[in-house]
């Protein structure tokens, strides 16, 4: 897979065993991206990473400038995406630390840029977003766990909630009925904005908690950090043999 980058999410602000040989910081008609657009090699490979929340891991889900990420991913003649997130688990079958690829997805967020067609704009614009994400992409995940043995869920549909605040009960209650498997915060308009810039997305997932009310646990960040570890060492293997494969 050709001219690769990595946006990593909550529990993947480094990935390890990409050798980091330079950074850019790039600025783009929208402001500044995440953090500098790091590069690196893995298995021979250039590939560009980009942390979401920054190299700290500081910026919230409704503060990140998605469309300073995307072009600038864009600009640096990226092709493909593959994108990290931390999610709940809602379907009975998204357990906690299970890697989940998922193919549909439904915003419930507000008042995030979501577009690169406002302004100055010849026509108005609309893209086809019926696949948010691209089929090729996923492919190469789903290739990749099958050679690893990682037994992904690969049909589910994600859920973007507004943030940064966890959901309630029967907030859950609401997405499972619209028919959402997982939930995060990131997702949109993430997807979209690369669809409009024609950009191949998909996103590889790790279950960090079951969604409130789908356990009798009281959420913590720590507990969701702690299950994050093994699902994002995970993560690291199936990006490698992407990589690997695609070379
Ligand atoms: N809800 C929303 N976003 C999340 C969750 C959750 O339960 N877990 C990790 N990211």
Known sequence: MNKLAIIGGTGLTALEGLEITRQQNIETPFGEPSSPLLFGEMAGQEIVFLPRHGGQHTIPPHRINYRANIWALKSLNIENIIAVAAVGGIRADCYA???VIP???IDYTWGRPSTFFAEDLPEVTHIDFTYPY???VREKIIEACDHLSINACT???YATTQGPRLESKAEIDKLERDGCDIVGMTGMPEA???QELELKYAAITVVANLAAGRSQEVLSMEMIQQCLKSGMQQVKNIIR???ITSS
Do not use: K, N
Request: net charge negative.
């Open 97 to 99: 630390e299970r890697i």
């Open 103 to 105: 193919d549909q997805i």
């Open 134 to 136: 691209a089929p090729s």
């Open 155 to 157: 049909e589910a549909t």
């Open 192 to 194: 979209s904005l690369a």
């Open 241 to 243: 043999q992407v990589v």
